[in-house]
């Protein structure tokens, strides 16, 4: 599969060689914690998946601030929109940022052939988990882009500009409000952001 590209979480070798083998990528991508770069775990790994696979793989290290789980969802969906048949890993590392990972892949699940992790205790078999969605419509996802960038314009004014009326904006406002895209004051929250990713 070389036109396959795995995208894993990565801490130590264990957790990551089952998904290689399992899917024999042309392209690795190691997401790593900047927090965890020069522990020697995480040397020792890295040098291991180039041993193994880099003479039959592109291998790339890509280093995020696993406290910001934000930043990393954004920086997962940079990556699925870079690369083709993404397969991503979120077995190693961080749990936050697995989540960040998820979390981007959940934002553009069209974008994702697979999301696995390993199953416990034997790393070596491989669980395939759902691929989730935000779950907004178009029309609720133009209203939170137009929310993120609003800057104190009124609801009535974004209402207008989206060719809405004030009562259907409302009516859209509750349901982000109610999925906790939006908070009381028609503000977007983290979960909106990583929403319109």
């Known amino acids: 599969m070389a036109d396959t590209t795995l995208i894993a979480t990565f801490y130590s ?5 089952a998904a290689a083998h399992a899917f024999s990528p042309g392209k690795i991508v190691l997401v790593i914690a900047n927090s965890s770069t020069g522990e020697k775990k995480v040397q020792e790994g890295l040098v291991k998946v180039k041993e193994l696979y880099g003479t039959v793989a592109d291998i790339r ?3 995020v601030d ?10 997962t969906v940079e990556l699925l929109e870079k690369n083709n048949r993404a397969i991503v890993n979120v077995s190693g590392g961080w749990k936050l940022m697995a ?21 416990l205790p ?30 104190g314009k009124p609801i009535a004014e974004i209402a207008d500009k989206l060719g809405k009326t004030p009562g ?20 977007i929250t983290l979960a909106g952001k990583m929403a319109v990713l």
């Open 66 to 75: 696993c406290a910001d789980i934000f930043a990393v969802a954004k920086k």
């Open 13 to 17: 070798f264990e957790p990551f060689v």
């Open 122 to 151: 034997d790393l070596n078999k491989l669980v395939e988990l759902p691929k989730l969605t935000f779950g907004l419509s178009e029309p609720k996802r133009e209203l939170l882009l137009e929310i993120e960038k609003r800057n």
């Open 61 to 63: 290290e890509i280093v």
């Open 99 to 119: 989540q960040g990972v998820l979390y981007g892949c959940y934002a553009r699940p069209e974008l994702v052939e697979k999301i696995v992790c390993n199953e």
């Open 168 to 187: 259907m904006l409302y009516q859209h406002l509750k349901e982000l409000k109610d999925a906790g895209y939006v908070d009381e004051k028609f503000e």
